[in-house]
Nanobody, 122 residues
Framework: QVQVVESGGGLVQPGGSLRLSCAASGSIDSVYTMAWYRQAPGGARELIAD???????DYIDSVQGRFTISRDNAKNTVYLQMNSLKPEDTAIYYCNAMLSTTWSRGVRYFYWGQGTQVTVSS
């Protein structure tokens, strides 16, 4: 079994900061790309940032320069540092991990976390 668990959400004022964490654990062989998505009320889930196992990153334009994705490969953990938060960043944030397991014989699967709420409001 594999678990992907996010933490670090909460309520923050506009202009504030939050740091999200996401840890993958269980019967893992290798972890490849890890990513953060978000889903605002009434909206579709969107990819906002991802990071390869080698550390290459990519961001959508609306968070570029404000959010930073990083990872600790030894801990199978990905982080999202969010600065200069805006009300439009309010959403449920989901972690996604592409990984192979001890039983998948190299086949890669995508696993999702349960999501963590981020609310930006005064």
């Amino acid at each position: 079994q594999v678990q992907v668990v996010e933490s670090g959400g909460g309520l923050v004022q506009p202009g504030g900061s939050l740091r999200l964490s996401c840890a993958a654990s269980g019967s893992i062989d290798s972890v490849y790309t890890m990513a953060w998505y978000r889903q605002a009320p009434g909206g579709a889930r969107e990819l906002i940032a991802d990071i390869t196992s080698g550390g290459n990153t990519d961001y959508i334009d609306s968070v570029q320069g404000r959010f930073t994705i990083s990872r600790d490969n030894a801990k199978n953990t990905v982080y999202l540092q969010m600065n200069s938060l805006k009300p439009e960043d309010t959403a449920i944030y989901y972690c996604n991990a592409m990984l192979s397991t001890t039983w998948s014989r190299g086949v890669r699967y995508f696993y999702w976390g349960q999501g963590t709420q981020v609310t930006v409001s005064s």
